[in-house]
């Protein structure tokens, strides 16, 4: 199965960059959502940027142009660049993994409808990695 490992995090001050990375392994087939969710303590899990069937990319309001979804897919590592940091973006960091159905052309406007921000969209989860950011 698939196993996802995050890394990356810390305690960092407000403003600057830091990149968080996700290690996978145990892919079968291409066809799968990659994304990135954060939970703050006391609050619910959020689905902050994620990578499509089709390879486009989405991302939560909160966090839409600070942050920065990429990948490699030669060496399966997932990465979130977080630009411009804030107190509120302290939470713990989770990177996951959603098969979807091989041989369908995700780019078609009619194929089914990917909640690529939703967590019930993904099966496969890394055990996270804690940013604390200080003002």
């Known amino acids: 199965s698939v196993h996802l490992v995050e890394s990356g995090g810390g305690a960092v001050e407000s403003g600057g960059s830091l990149r968080l990375s996700c290690q996978g392994s145990?892919?079968?087939?291409?066809?799968?959502?990659l994304g990135w969710f954060r939970q703050a303590p006391g609050k619910e899990r959020e689905g902050i940027a994620s990578?499509?069937?089709?390879?486009?990319?989405t991302y939560s309001d909160s966090v839409k142009d600070r942050f920065a979804i990429s990948k490699d897919s030669a060496i399966n590592i997932l990465y979130l660049e977080m630009n411009s940091r804030k107190p509120e973006d302290t939470a713990m960091y989770y990177c996951?993994?959603?098969?979807?159905?091989?041989?369908?052309?995700?780019?078609?406007?009619?194929?089914?409808?990917?909640?690529?921000?939703?967590?019930?969209?993904?099966?496969?989860w890394g055990q996270g990695t804690q940013v604390t950011v200080s003002s």
């Open positions: 145990g892919f079968t087939g291409k066809s799968y959502l």
């Open positions: 990578f499509d069937a089709d390879g486009s990319t």
């Open positions: 996951a993994a959603g098969r979807v159905a091989e041989g369908v052309d995700w780019s078609d406007p009619d194929a089914p409808h990917r909640a690529v921000l939703e967590a019930y969209e993904y099966e496969y």
